[in-house]
């Protein structure tokens, strides 16, 4: 563990860190679905 990093805010930073890679994940399954969707209409 960090050690001048009280645990409260380690778990609140990973916690944000956490949501902010889910979000591109996210963003990027939508992308490519999206993607997916405009091949197979013919465009």
Same mark, same amino acid.
């Not at 889910?22 to 091949?39: D, P, S, Y």
């Given at each position: 563990?960090?050690?001048?990093?009280?645990?409260?805010?380690?778990?609140?930073?990973?916690?944000?860190?956490?949501?902010? !890679?889910?979000?591109?994940?996210?963003? !990027?399954?939508? !992308?490519?679905?999206?993607?997916?969707?405009?091949?197979?209409?013919?465009?």
């Amino acid at each position: 563990m960090y050690q001048g990093m009280p645990d409260k805010e380690y778990y609140r930073r990973r916690r944000w860190r956490n949501y902010a !890679l889910g979000g591109v994940l996210l963003g !990027l399954v939508v !992308l490519f679905f999206f993607i997916t969707l405009a091949r197979m209409g013919g465009g």
